[in-house]
């Protein structure tokens, strides 16, 4: 006997069609509740969004740390009456901060630096002669 209640016997087929009506009756509201809740479900999720963080933010909670490098200035043009020994820089770059800072020892443990925020760095042209030369033009 099949689950949707084929007539058995001692079963008139008007009782069976009532059956079946009752069946689909009950199908028919537990799909309309089914569709109900999914719908609810559905605004429960796009209300909650905004209340979870964007991506960028988890990002920026794993700060990216200061670099600091050891560099050379190499001399231009502009740069020729100043011809010495060669100066060792320390770079620092602040990606957060959007700063870099040249700094230059001196003599007697002084120090004097040149703090670059990132608006005022105009392009990065990396040397394709030479690996790890890298040109900074800067406003002005």
């Known amino acids: ?55 960028p933010l988890s990002r920026k909670a794993k700060s990216i740390p200061v670099q600091t490098f050891e560099v050379k200035l190499d001399i231009t043009l502009g740069d020729l009456t100043k011809i010495g020994k060669s100066q060792k820089y320390t770079l620092s770059v602040d990606v957060e901060g959007g700063k870099l800072v040249v700094l230059k020892k001196q003599k007697d443990s002084q120090e004097d630096w040149n703090t670059f925020t990132h608006d005022k760095i105009r392009q990065l042209i990396k ?8 040109g900074i033009v800067f406003e002005k």
Do not use: C, Y
């Open 127 to 134: 040397s394709q002669r030479v690996q790890n030369k890298l």
């Open 1 to 55: 006997v099949s689950h949707w209640g084929f007539q058995t016997a001692g079963q008139s087929g008007e009782q069976e069609l009532e059956n079946l009506v009752l069946k689909l009756s009950v199908l028919k509201d537990f799909l309309s509740s089914i569709e109900k809740k999914a719908l609810k479900a559905l605004q429960e999720m796009s209300s909650a969004t905004p209340a979870i963080p964007p991506q």
